[in-house]
């Protein structure tokens, strides 16, 4: 059975932290930013965003960045209080929460910014913000299977959004752990895909 159609003006492509202090040249988790460099998945984030970018898709980056004295960021989980002792971990202003470079140029995308959590909807404006714009499918994109892309998924399915995830712009650590994820639990949340099938549906 084919896949149904992907409209263009209520599609959005929701990047999941793809900033340099993540996944990056400053990425304080060596093993995500290698899993991402061994798989080619931020040179297939950079395709996805380019192709939806050409056909007018809305291309949203799902950031996350703190303040140096880590005000509002609680460090309630084990995986936060981790990253919080690295003084330079994804502070406000700083180069570590630039995007990667394999997005381009990203001057015309939108971003949500979120300071606590672990995951892109709860207590940001990105549910407000792709409602105002009639959206009602994410593509889903960036790191990592292991949280922060599964919590993305789920929220949007929560909130009523259909998710679309291309298996070649998404990694987790280890890189087959990732692959269970996508087997076992995001393909009962998610249409699983490509870069290049959801470009061709899209355009």
Do not use: K
Request: charged share 20%; aromatic share 2%.
């Amino acid at each position: 059975m084919p896949a149904p159609s992907l409209h263009s003006a209520r599609t959005a492509v929701v990047t999941m932290e793809l900033e340099r202090g993540v996944v990056g040249d400053l990425a304080s988790l060596p093993e995500l930013r290698e899993a991402a460099t061994a798989r080619g998945t931020l040179g297939a984030c950079g395709r996805l965003v380019d192709g939806a970018r050409r056909v007018g898709v809305h291309v949203v980056h799902a950031i996350a960045q703190w303040r140096p004295d880590r005000r509002g960021t609680p460090l309630n989980t084990p995986l936060v209080r981790a990253l919080a002792t690295d003084h330079e971990q994804i502070l406000a202003g700083s180069d570590a929460v630039d995007l990667v470079r394999e997005l381009g140029d990203t001057n015309d995308d939108l971003r949500s910014v979120r300071h606590h959590g672990l995951t892109p909807f709860t207590g940001t404006d990105l549910d407000p913000l792709l409602r105002s714009l009639g959206v009602d499918t994410v593509v889903a994109c960036g790191v990592s299977l292991n949280i922060g892309v599964l919590g993305l998924c789920l929220s949007a399915a929560d909130l009523g959004y259909r998710v679309v995830l291309p298996t070649d712009a998404v990694v987790g650590v280890p890189a087959e752990y990732g692959d269970e994820v996508l087997r076992n639990s995001l393909a009962m949340v998610a249409e699983l895909s490509t870069v290049d099938d959801v470009l061709g549906r899209l355009s």
